[in-house]
């Protein structure tokens, strides 16, 4: 909302000294913020003269050289628009005048001397709509009575000022100058004046030619009156220069009117050609599909959710957005009729974002003020009389469904005081609202308070209590802590440990998007389920949320690899989402990275499996899922991994995630690739940590190589052992593998710990345990000890 | 036997110069201090004397047994320390190689700022609550005074799932907490949370992404008051961003709170002076706030008669971009190892 200092000085008195700046600050204090205040040109230096030479210029066919009198001098001025001549009253830019386009300096053209600029309308910065055909093609012509030597803006009437406000949603009276006027007022203590709602009616009554069917419950409050015999004309300047500095284009003095009563009250109107409308306006909600050409030429298809206005046969208006064409008030209406009504606000929005946000469905949408829409009526045909020379016809359509009371609210002082956190006194309260404008009754210690209702904002004790902070100065609070009991604070110690172990191992975090491409979903899994899309997503990169965080954290590789970083090891926790039985679900989920070299020695050591495969043994151990774990090869490997070299992770027989390499197909790069289900892994319980004895007599270590053939694998061969070596044996290792040993074998060297707790070990004892493991591979694995 | 003495000791020390290694140490201690060796021998001469000589002759003997002792051992000593310091010297390294570095993995800085505000709350007996991101229309809006079609919604583009338009979203805010934490708490008694986490808005520009962070902070009690929620986000403010920050509240309008404020803290670029980032005006807006309005309150079962409290919104990747000296939201979430890897260090306290 664009404020005009001068409309809004019609109906306030503000202090002379307050500043443009002053003025936006205060607003901003109570609540309403703005993006700009000040001049409405941003130009200095602007003079009016006249032209009092005006000669070709001797090396140009299309410049002219002329004198300018400003009235304390006469200027050499080379100016190249086709209607500068002698006699015009101009605008000058003096030399060091401050343009939107740049600074005017003295400089010499073609060989002549010129000490300033002839100004068009255009080059002073006002907006494109505003210009007319000739702004755009010469100097702007000032009236032949101009005095010369005054301010160039002033001359305009373009000395004025704005506040670009932007208005928090609840504050549709704000939408109004007069609104304005009212919180200003509040502001500054100062009474706003009266609103000029004076004209003559003729004897005839609009309802024995006229009459409206209100066919909607969306329109709770609809009015009609009829202004004859008008003058379509241009708006004097006042009505022009306010409009413009309220963002609006001047037309004709007919629809300027409409405007500005709508700038002044906050209330939309339609003014429509009485003769091209019939006697009878409809309001009802439009039917599906039916169509309407709306006044920017465009045909609107529209639906039961629309309201329109029709007359007996069509839709001639699309309520609260936009006006028909049909009926639209042109250069030769001579009789109108004027419109002033409500409209179901939500209704109104769902339209106009549909098909125009305007300045008339804005209001709309805010809700109006019943009053208002009466003082528009008024308003409107005191202007329509006096500025183009209507006759209003008399009486009034009038349908009225509407709550014409103002809210009134009780309210505890010590409410006030225990919400807001503040000493404050009946009495100053008491003024507050009445700064307001609201009328308060002192009950004791209760305050009953009438809000007219222009505040349709304010419906309950806490709205009352927000204006008091409001006016009392929210930043006058004294901030304290709140006097609550000391309890435990709690928060989710797991997924802290998670993150900073997976650190500690050298993995960096990376926090990704959700939303990824539907052809991503179902990668990197092979679960099924039904992925989660979006309705109207920004674009298919990003219409479906993830399952597996993997997909992201490959993109992330990529990222980097291609910025020469190769040495990426990374993790994510995150959600991941799909509809199932119990309809939509989110799991939290872990997902690793890791490619390049792990080790930051001089000999780096490229990642391989194994060394993913120890970060998620050292994780599983920290979370306590020691010995209850396992890698197995099973038909949950998805296609984006090595079928050679990956694994489902199997924790207590429930399956929690996938690790591997990724597959050729999928990346040409060593890259390795793990994800847990931590929904799934956590809700897996796990002993606590506990004290356990351990044995105080010295241990016997005995090592063992085996040939074997080369598919034997490493468990099949520690579960032999482990299974021959009895209690006693209470560690097995493999410390060697070597390759090819001989053709399809290879050998596997185990280190073993026997222990007893209670007793020290004899050797013999140990050696027959250590035979019947050695008897017990050989024949079980087809192996051979190799000596 | 006086002259004998005089002649071992006078080998001895012409021996001693000319020992070498180790080994002739081992001759050496054989010769003279063996059990054989010539001191030995001179002892075993003594059983002819007399008691007189025998105690005349042992001191001379004793004092020839510890001069060869001290001589003997001495050399040894400094024989081994050569030998010692040879291998010592061997071993010297240089020292300015790289070192087997332990490799570095960073924290996330929104991880880091999300912990810094969880801290904090915890200390003052809050907890943290974690909601879903896939969340119902009910909860995200209409439970928080946001019917559909309230204009307030147009701040907020929210992503709703296919098929499930005005019902199931992505949260566009965590306020969503507020509602969720309500719920929860079937005595509807106190409650003391804060809830960090990611929402979802249809918006990217540098300084607007799709996906952000937020936290949410709600505290429900009978005596809860706009002066309890400036003092809470002074706190908060002073310990994210620096005990000179301060903070200033502004009338606003939000559907869920009321009385209901914006929150600007000191522009902590220029500390309040005016400068490019705060507009000049030293003040930068961070958060939303207010009043628990009755109707949320009442929608989620609690008695606004008798229970009053505060809530507070911020974004978490404005407060690491401010915190950090980020310029662009999309660096946040661009991933890449130079931006992460930048912090993986202690904060200064």
């Known amino acids: 909302m664009l404020l005009s200092k001068k409309f809004v000085s019609d109906y306030i008195d503000l202090d002379e000294n307050l500043s443009i700046t002053d003025i936006a600050e205060s607003m901003t204090s109570v609540g309403n913020e703005y993006d700009y205040a000040g001049p409405l040109i941003n130009a200095t230096k602007l003079v009016t003269g006249e032209v009092i030479e005006c000669e070709n210029h001797p090396d140009s066919d299309h410049l002219h050289v002329c004198k300018v009198n400003i009235g304390t001098e006469v200027l050499d001025i080379v100016c190249g628009a086709p209607n500068v001549r002698k006699g015009l009253k101009v605008i000058v830019a003096m030399d060091g005048a401050k343009l939107p386009g740049g600074e005017i300096k003295k400089g010499v053209i073609r060989g002549c001397e010129s000490n300033g600029m002839i100004c068009s309308i255009a080059e002073l910065g006002l907006d494109n709509k505003f210009l007319k055909p000739e702004d755009k093609e010469g100097i702007h012509e000032l009236p032949l009575d101009t005095e010369i030597g005054i301010d160039g803006i002033k001359a305009l009437g373009f000395d004025d000022e704005v506040i670009d406000f932007e208005l928090t949603s609840n504050r549709g009276d704000l939408l109004s100058v007069i609104g304005m006027a009212y919180e200003l007022g509040a502001i500054y203590n100062k009474d706003v004046k009266d609103i000029d709602l004076s004209y003559n009616s003729n004897n005839d009554d609009i309802n024995k030619s006229f009459k409206v069917d209100i066919q909607t419950k969306d329109c709770s409050l609809f009015l009609a009156k009829k202004a004859i015999n008008v003058t379509i004309k241009e708006s004097p300047e006042f009505i022009k220069n306010r409009l413009i500095a309220s963002d609006i284009r001047p037309i004709n003095n007919v629809v300027d009117i409409s405007n500005y009563v709508m700038l002044e009250t906050g209330q939309p109107l339609h003014y429509y050609d009485a003769d091209r409308l019939g006697d009878t306006l409809i309001v009802r909600n439009a039917s599906d599909g039916e169509t309407l050409q709306t006044l920017d030429e465009q045909e609107r298809v529209l639906s039961s959710d629309d309201i329109v206005i029709s007359d007996k046969e069509k839709a001639i208006g699309l309520a609260g957005v936009m006006g028909g064409l049909s009926t639209e008030v042109e250069d030769d209406t001579k009789n109108i009729i004027i419109e002033s009504a409500i409209f179901d606000a939500i209704k109104v929005r769902k339209t106009s974002k549909k098909i125009l946000r305007s300045e008339a469905s804005n209001r709309f949408e805010k809700g109006l003020d019943p009053k208002r829409t009466y003082m528009a009526m008024e308003r409107s045909c005191a202007l329509l009389e006096k500025y183009a020379d209507a006759t209003i016809v008399g009486g009034i359509c009038e349908y009225n469904n509407i709550d014409m009371n103002d809210t009134v609210i009780d309210i505890k002082l010590d409410k006030i005081k225990s919400v807001l956190g503040i000493e404050i006194s009946k009495e100053d309260v ?122 992201s954290l490959y993109e992330v590789y990529k990222y980097n690899k291609d910025r020469n970083i190769p040495n990426v090891s990374i993790f994510e926790i995150g959600k991941g989402f799909y509809k199932g039985e119990n309809g939509y679900t989110e799991e939290t989920k872990l997902a690793i990275l890791m490619s390049g070299d792990y080790e930051l020695d001089i000999q780096n050591t490229k990642v391989d499996f194994y060394h993913i495969k120890g970060i998620m043994e050292e994780l599983l151990y920290f979370l306590g899922y020691d010995n209850r774990y396992s890698l197995i090869v099973d038909n949950n490997i998805p296609n984006e991994l090595h079928p050679g070299v990956s694994a489902s992770i199997i924790v207590n027989g429930t399956n929690v995630g996938i690790i591997g390499k990724l597959h050729p197909n999928t990346c040409k790069d060593d890259v390795y690739v793990m994800e847990i289900n931590l929904t799934k892994l956590l809700s897996i319980r796990t002993g606590s940590m506990k004290y356990k004895d351990f044995s105080k007599f010295p241990s016997i270590y005995k090592d063992a190589a085996f040939i074997v053939d080369n598919k034997v694998t490493n468990k099949e061969v520690l579960d032999v052992i482990k299974k021959a070596g009895g209690r006693l044996l209470v560690e097995t290792s493999l410390f060697d593998v070597y390759n090819e040993i001989e053709p399809g074998k290879k050998s596997m060297a185990y280190n073993m710990v026997f222990t007893d707790p209670t007793r020290s070990l004899q050797t013999e004892e140990v050696m027959d345990i250590f035979n019947k493991i050695i008897f017990e591979v050989e024949t079980k694995l087809n192996a051979k000890l190799r000596g | 036997m006086k002259e004998k003495v005089g002649s071992i000791r006078e080998s001895l020390n012409t021996d001693i110069k000319e020992v070498k290694t180790i080994q002739d140490i081992v001759e050496l201690k054989s010769k003279y201090i063996g059990k054989t060796g010539l001191i030995s021998e001179l002892t075993k001469g003594m059983a002819e004397l007399s008691i007189e000589e025998k105690k005349e002759f042992g001191m001379i003997i004793n004092e020839l047994k510890n001069e060869a002792n001290s001589l003997i051992f001495g050399k040894e000593e400094e024989i081994n320390n050569a030998i010692l310091n040879e291998k010592l010297n061997k071993e010297a390294i240089d020292i300015t190689l790289p070192s087997k570095k332990i490799k570095r993995g960073s924290l996330n800085p929104m991880t880091r700022i999300t912990e810094e505000f969880e801290d904090l709350f915890v200390s003052m007996g809050y907890t943290v609550y974690d909601g879903p991101e896939l969340e119902t229309d009910e909860n995200c809006f209409r439970k928080l005074n946001l019917p559909l079609g309230h204009p307030a919604r147009d701040t907020q583009d929210t992503f709703y799932l296919k098929d499930e338009v005005d019902e199931y979203l992505l949260r566009s805010q965590t306020s969503t907490a507020q509602v969720r934490a309500m719920e929860d708490n079937t005595e509807k008694g106190p409650i003391r949370i804060v809830c960090p986490g990611k929402v979802y808005r249809r918006d990217e520009d540098a300084t607007h992404s799709h996906q952000f962070m937020q936290i949410e902070g709600l505290v429900i009690d009978k005596n809860i008051s706009m002066a309890d929620l400036k003092g809470t986000l002074e706190t908060m403010m002073k310990h994210v961003l620096g005990e000179k920050t301060e903070v200033r509240f502004r009338p606003s309008y939000f559907p869920f709170t009321e009385p209901s404020v914006e929150v600007d803290v000191t522009c902590f670029k220029c500390g309040g002076k005016g400068c490019n980032l705060c507009k000049d005006t030293g003040w930068i807006e961070v958060l939303g706030a207010g009043m628990v309005h009755p109707d949320v309150l009442t929608m989620s079962g609690y008695d606004p008669k008798v229970y009053q409290g505060f809530a507070f919104g911020t974004g978490l990747d404005r407060m690491a971009m401010f915190k950090y000296g980020i310029p662009d939201i999309r660096t946040i979430y661009g991933n890449d190892l130079r931006f992460i890897n930048q912090f993986d260090r202690k904060d200064e306290e």
């Open chain 1, 430 to 551: 008491i003024s507050i609202f009445e700064r307001l404008g609201f009328t308060v009754k002192d009950n004791g210690d209760e305050l009953n308070v009438t809000v007219p209702s222009r505040r349709r904002d304010i419906k309950i004790v806490e709205d009352l209590i927000e204006e008091v902070g409001r006016i009392y100065g929210m930043d006058k609070i004294e901030g304290k802590l709140p006097e609550l009991p000391t309890i435990k604070g709690k928060y989710d110690k797991t997924k802290r440990a998670i993150k900073r172990k997976l650190c500690d191992l050298g993995l960096n975090e990376t926090i990704s998007y959700t939303l990824i491409p539907s052809t991503e979903v179902h990668k990197f899994t092979k679960d099924e389920f039904t992925e989660v899309m979006l309705n109207d997503p920004m674009s298919e990169d990003r219409n479906t949320l993830r399952y597996s965080l993997l997909s």
